[in-house]
Structure formats: C-alpha cells, structure tokens
C-alpha cells in the first residue's frame, strides 16, 4: 500500500514539472521609483540586492525555481511581494499611496522583517543579508523621501483616504 502512494506521489511530482506557470520576467513599466525619487548608489545597490526580485515587475529565478513545487511557491512569494509594493509600478500611484509606502519601508526594515528570512536561508541569496548599517541607509533613505514629499506637497495630499461603504 506504501509503495503505491510512493509511486502515486512521484507521478505527481513528475506530472507538476510540466505545467507551467507565468514567471515575473517582464520588462520595467514606464513609473518606476527611480523616475520621481534620487535613489543613491548605495541605496539602489540594496534594493537591487535585497528588494527588487520580489518587488518589482523583473525577477531572477534560481536553478532551484525549475523544480515544482518549489517554482510556484517562489512565484506565488514574488506576486504576493509585488501585490504589497512594487517599486515598477511606483509613481503611478497616489502620492498618499507613495508616502505610506515609505511608512511601511522603513517600518519592515526596522523590525528586519524585510527581506524575508526564508529568502536567505542556507546561505542563499546572500547579497540580500543586511547588516544593521545597511537597514540604517535604507530607513534613512526612505525618511529622506518622506520629508520631500511633505516639503512639496500639501499635507492632506499625503494623507490616505479612509474608505467607506455605502449600503
């Protein structure tokens, strides 16, 4: 009876190889960050490294990525990533959207919930590991942001609108 659903399983293992999904291989949309924001060197050199694969519209999948179920776990982590923040698609959102963002950057990187530890486990994708001085430079990044914004813009343009239902 084992030996049949050893073999039931690998046949699904071996059946799931052929059925493809659609990767996050498309090319950089016309909002990026980079278009409204000053992105420094060592800035951008973090987010490439430790942000972008997840966080905008172009990843680089591993060799492991061919493998299913791993390659739709990582690409249902990417399109959950991306779904939250998507560095690409950026300045065509509200700036109240943009400012939140911010918010929420230096927030994940404080608590060092950003980069998801899963994404370094085993040594892999070791360039995304920041060091504590790496989290100061991106949270001082994102603050820098913040304050242009509100230097700029009115105070209630960066202000989320609550929702409301109507019945």
Same mark, same amino acid.
């Given at each position: 009876?084992l030996?049949?659903?050893?073999?039931?399983?690998?046949?699904?293992?071996?059946?799931?190889?052929?059925?493809?999904? /659609?990767?996050?291989?498309?090319?950089?949309?016309?909002?990026?960050?980079?278009? %409204? @924001?000053?992105?420094? *060197?060592?800035?951008?050199?973090?987010?490439?490294?430790?942000?972008?694969?997840?966080?905008?519209?172009?990843?680089?999948?591993?060799?492991?990525?061919?493998?299913?179920?791993?390659?739709?776990?990582?690409?249902?982590?990417?399109?959950?990533?991306?779904?939250?923040?998507n560095?690409?698609?950026?300045?065509?959102?509200?700036?109240?959207?943009?400012?939140?963002?911010?918010? /929420?950057?230096?927030?994940?990187?404080?608590?060092?919930?950003?980069?998801?530890? %899963? @994404?370094?486990?085993? *040594?892999?994708?070791?360039?995304?590991?920041?060091?504590?001085?790496?989290?100061?430079?991106?949270?001082?990044?994102?603050?820098?942001?913040?304050?242009?914004?509100?230097?700029?813009?009115?105070?209630?343009?960066?202000?989320?609108k609550?929702?409301?239902?109507?019945?």
């Amino acid at each position: 009876m084992l030996k049949k659903i050893g073999l039931v399983v690998l046949a699904l293992v071996i059946a799931i190889q052929f059925i493809p999904y /659609e990767k996050n291989v498309g090319s950089p949309a016309p909002y990026p960050i980079s278009g %409204s @924001y000053d992105i420094p *060197g060592p800035v951008n050199k973090l987010l490439n490294n430790a942000c972008n694969n997840c966080h905008a519209n172009t990843s680089e999948y591993p060799w492991y990525a061919s493998i299913e179920p791993i390659g739709y776990w990582l690409n249902d982590h990417i399109q959950e990533g991306k779904s939250h923040l998507n560095f690409d698609e950026f300045t065509n959102r509200p700036l109240a959207y943009q400012y939140h963002k911010f918010e /929420e950057t230096i927030e994940m990187v404080e608590e060092k919930e950003m980069p998801l530890e %899963s @994404y370094t486990y085993f *040594g892999l994708h070791p360039e995304a590991k920041l060091s504590d001085a790496d989290r100061q430079v991106i949270i001082a990044w994102a603050k820098d942001q913040m304050a242009y914004l509100k230097a700029t813009y009115p105070a209630d343009s960066l202000v989320r609108k609550k929702r409301t239902t109507t019945l």
